[in-house]
């Protein structure tokens, strides 16, 4: 099973820099997802860590450590569309995903 | 690539009813999934095939749901009778198997808003 915790809200200003952090307990980990879900619409895919480090892609980066069961998700420069829900996903052995409760951000002007 | 497909996009519909969501998976996807999205339980896994084929079903809540996958380009997820507890957003996803892309991320379809009145 799985237990996945994340923060409920965050805040933030345009062009500033925002860090969404995740903590997991698996049984069988077999990579961690980060998705972004706008209101009303369906997930669309950020990033995928399986190896312990640092995935950059633009302005967004996520981080993983298997040892203590944690991950980031970095938003740099913020923009105003970058207002949604982030949901942090772990895939077990068994190539289920498993989603935490989602974190939504909101980019104020 | 058209992306996962489904429908109907909203479905409104009596307690007691049978409810049918369909699915069309992105071609060459051999896993599919099947999700459910509410304000309290967030994005719960329902089901998921491989091949055509059942793979886990923990997720299905009661024998009220169904879902089948007769091929490789449709998927049905059936409720029977619906109650209005099953009043969310259920999400369609599909994916490469291991021996896929880099990372076999699920693809979500725009989901279907269902309505138990």
């Known amino acids: 099973g799985q237990n996945i915790d994340q923060p409920t809200e965050m805040t933030a200003t345009e062009g500033a820099i925002v860090q969404i952090n995740c903590t997991y307990q698996t049984s069988g980990f077999n990579g961690l997802f980060w998705y972004q879900q706008h209101a009303g619409e369906a997930p669309t895919f950020l990033s995928y860590n399986v190896l312990d480090g640092l995935e950059e892609k633009g302005r967004f980066s996520s981080f993983l450590s298997r040892s203590k069961g944690y991950s980031y998700l970095l938003l740099k420069e913020l923009q105003m569309k970058d207002s949604a829900s982030y949901l942090c996903?772990?895939?077990?052995?068994?190539?289920?995903?498993?989603f935490g409760a989602g974190t939504t951000v909101t980019v104020r002007a | 690539d058209a992306g996962v497909i489904q429908s109907p996009r909203h479905e409104v519909t009596e307690m007691g009813q049978e409810v049918t969501l369909r699915c069309k998976p992105i071609s060459g996807h051999d896993y599919l999934f099947w999700y459910r999205q509410t304000m309290m339980r967030g994005l719960e896994l329902l089901i998921y095939?491989?091949?055509?084929?059942?793979?886990?079903d923990s997720g299905m809540p009661e024998d009220r749901f169904s879902a089948k996958m007769p091929n490789a380009s449709f998927s049905t997820l059936k409720i029977q009778p619906s109650e209005p507890r099953d009043s969310a957003v259920y999400f369609c996803a599909s994916s490469l198997g291991l021996a896929g892309g880099l990372y076999n991320e699920q693809f979500f379809g725009p989901g279907t808003r269902l309505t138990v009145l």
């Open positions: 996903a772990v895939r077990e052995y068994d190539y289920k995903l498993s």
């Open positions: 095939f491989n091949n055509n084929v059942p793979i886990d």
